[in-house]
């Protein structure tokens, strides 16, 4: 099983709106900063949305800025990502990716190849 496990992905028409979950598999885990990732087929891996979870501190990329939103709920648990606005350019497989204080110590975003840790995925096909 995948240290993170991902969910809520799905079909759905323009203009709508997905929340996607992830969940570290082992209860007790917890990671500092986490953050949203999607590839589309023949693209690369991009970051969408990343969280620094000691203090709440967000960063989207230009392209889902001010329609997506990262956050956690109050337990820390669990990680959402609130998809709104949708568009087909939004279209591929979703990943929930975290590090440790190790990775994670200045807050700063980490690059993609700095992420330990992932899960498996989960599609969201935005169609017209």
């Known amino acids: 099983q995948a240290d993170l496990v991902e969910s809520g992905g799905g079909s759905v028409q323009t203009g709508g709106s997905l929340t996607l979950s992830c969940v570290a598999s082992?209860?007790?885990?917890?990671?500092?900063?986490m953050a949203w990732f999607r590839q589309a087929p023949g693209n690369e891996r991009e970051g969408v949305a990343y969280i620094f979870r000691r203090n709440g501190s967000t960063t989207y990329s230009d392209s889902v800025n001010g329609r997506f939103t990262i956050s956690q709920d109050e337990g820390k648990r669990k990680l959402y990502l609130q998809m709104n606005d949708l568009r087909s350019e939004d279209s591929g497989m979703y990943y929930c990716?975290?590090?440790?204080?190790?990775?994670?110590?200045?807050?700063?975003?980490?690059?993609?190849?700095?992420?330990?840790?992932w899960g498996q995925g989960t599609q969201v096909t935005v169609s017209s």
């Open positions: 990716a975290a590090a440790d204080w190790r990775i994670c110590y200045s807050g700063t975003p980490p690059e993609r190849l700095q992420y330990p840790t």
């Open positions: 082992q209860y007790n885990t917890y990671y500092p900063c």
